[in-house]
């Protein structure tokens, strides 16, 4: 569904807007009679990935391998010198 609306109604009543827009309504807001924007529902950027319990709990149960956070924290930049060294 597609609705033109003004910007002292949208003002006015942003909360039923965004409301209708949620639900799927696209508004075209107009100043003066003349269109300046679209609202419309927000379309996430990635689709959601639900993980079951099971798998879940067996992801955090895992073993942390040292040895791979070693090397990995060795590898890291190494440290920037102390701009304010000790007198």
Avoid: C, Y
């Amino acid at each position: 569904m597609h609705r033109t609306i003004a910007q002292r109604d949208l003002r006015n009543d942003v909360a039923r807007v965004l409301r209708e827009a949620e639900a799927g309504t696209e508004f075209t807001v107009t100043v003066r009679g003349r269109p300046v924007a679209r609202l419309g529902p927000h379309e996430p950027t990635a689709p959601q990935t639900d993980v079951d319990r099971e798998k879940l709990r067996s992801i955090l149960a895992s073993p942390l391998d040292r040895a791979d956070l070693a090397a990995d924290l060795d590898a890291a930049e190494a440290p920037v010198d102390d701009p304010w060294p000790d007198p």
